[in-house]
């Protein structure tokens, strides 16, 4: 049996941030870790890199709305080191998906570069101004960033299931669609 829900909800611009942001970052997961090991995944590329400034600016809309708005506290029962965790992965998750779209669009800036970045090819984005050496270090940093950023969404899921399905604390329900303040 479910036990009630103890912890108030997030607001509904927090969870239509978290639910946009997480779709957005799943997609981008599937094209950037897989479009050398499935070639028909390449095509998606220019939609990655304008889904990868669309998360950077939606991560910066959360973090300014969070700082107006206090996430819900947790309830009593969680404990202390699952507070810890739980602190760590969401800390962990706003560098990311800051630092993450930067490296690439760090990468894509290099001064080699003659294709113009654009955001669905709706506008040009302008290229970041950096040298071929940062261009380099921002691809490297990106791959990287990238499969940390898978393990933190397997992290956040893993937490979820084992909240909703094993611990049944009902918390899950803080952030679902439908169910916000």
Do not use: C
């Amino acid at each position: 049996m479910t036990r009630p829900m103890t912890g108030v909800r997030y607001s509904a611009v927090a969870v239509a941030l978290h639910w946009t942001i997480a779709l957005l970052v799943i997609v981008n997961l599937i094209v950037g870790l897989g479009h050398d090991a499935v070639p028909a995944l390449r095509a998606w590329m220019p939609a990655h890199k304008s889904i990868g400034i669309t998360v950077l600016v939606l991560t910066l809309a959360r973090l300014g709305w969070r700082l107006g708005h206090r996430a819900p506290p947790l309830p009593a029962e969680v404990r202390g080191w699952e507070r810890g965790v739980a602190h760590t992965v969401h800390g962990l998750f706003y560098v990311v998906l800051i630092l993450l779209p930067l490296s690439g669009w760090a990468m894509v800036s290099s001064p080699d570069r003659k294709k113009p970045l654009d955001w669905f090819g709706v506008f040009d984005i302008p290229f970041l101004s950096v040298s071929r050496e940062t261009a380099h270090f921002g691809g490297g940093a990106h791959g990287l960033l990238g499969w940390l950023m898978l393990a933190l969404v397997l992290i956040h899921i893993a937490g979820a299931l084992r909240h909703q399905f094993l611990l049944r604390d009902n918390l899950v329900a803080r952030m679902l669609p439908g169910s916000a303040r």
